[in-house]
């Protein structure tokens, strides 16, 4: 019998603490919900990261029986043996993390094939035991969500169900700023944090996931990273329609009020000062007049800062709302390649004694 997720909204837990459960109870198969896009296959990644273990991503909807194991003769004991596919890395004689990508929406066979890896004692597919020391955890979304998850009695028995909070516009903002997203993603999602808002906390608005329309595109950390690679590429799109072209591949990521919002937020690179003149006459550089404009800047800024033109960024900064000043050094602080210059500068230790009540 299918039972309902008993996960409780309110006790959930970031992707950081997923990652700390997980790679800490590795005898533990943890089951790891949330709504789409919100990063649950991700976490596979930090642990290969944290841990230096062999991957195995396992997309379960897509598995039929024979591609989980299956029955090889052994002539020489005249018995069969079941042999685990190759994907599952279980025979190269090193540690393996397994995500059971979507298993709430697999084949009953496949995920039948799939429990004696769930069982503490004596883990194994077919006839092949995990290495020591393996992690195996699956992702799948909340059964509220309406895309078709579900998971029987006999396999909640066996696992560790956890609910991956959706992140928060500003601690997004803080994973874009180490992985590369564009600026003006960044000061989009700046100037519409509800955009990450969660139906689960009673929150819909035209921009995020409602199991009403569980077909909609709609923004989220993953359409977010898609469509930063698209807008990246928008100098290109410009002698060909370049604004019809984004809105059309945007509404495609992460709907159409995405698209429409975003788009218009171009207008702002107009207003933008260039970094050269930033970065050498930073108290005459032009500002930006409007809030969209200085946000898309400082965004910017985060990835020119180094240790010759930090001074003159924070003389820039300075003469900008406190809001985006706090928004660049918080962003700034998380990147470990720039701690370095950025702890050592005396403008900033003064602006930090300045405005300690800002930054707490």
Known sequence: MTTTSIVNANVSVTHDQAVLLIKNNPDVRFMVRGEPGVGK??????????????????????????????????HDSQVTRYYPNSRFRLTEGKPVIICLDEFTKGADAV????????????????????????????????????????????TRQRIAEIHLTKPTAKAWLIW????????????????????????VDGMVNEFNFNPANPDDNVVSPRTLAIASKVIKQRDIYQDRNGHGLLQAALTGIAGAPFAHSI???????????SIKSIEQTPMTATVPPDAGGRAVLTFGLLSRANAENFDNILKYLGRMDEEFQVIFSVCLAKEKDKQKFMFRNRSFAKWMVENQDLLG
């Open 176 to 199: 874009a700023a180490q992985n590369g997203i564009d600026p003006l993603v960044m000061a989009w999602v700046d100037r519409y944090p509800q955009c990450l808002a969660s139906y």
């Open 111 to 154: 995920k039948n094939m799939l429990h004696p890896m769930l069982e503490i004692n004596n883990p194994r597919l077919g006839d092949v035991p995990l290495p020591e020391g393996s992690i195996v955890f699956m992702t799948g979304n909340l059964d509220t969500d309406g895309v078709g998850d579900g998971l029987e009695q006999h």
């Open 263 to 273: 788009v218009s937020f171009l207008k702002y690179q107009d207003s933008l000062p």
């Open 41 to 74: 296959t991700a976490l596979a990644l930090a642990l290969q990261e944290q841990t230096g273990y062999l991957l195995s991503m396992v997309d379960v909807p897509n598995l039929d029986i024979g591609d989980a194991a299956m029955p090889v003769i052994d």
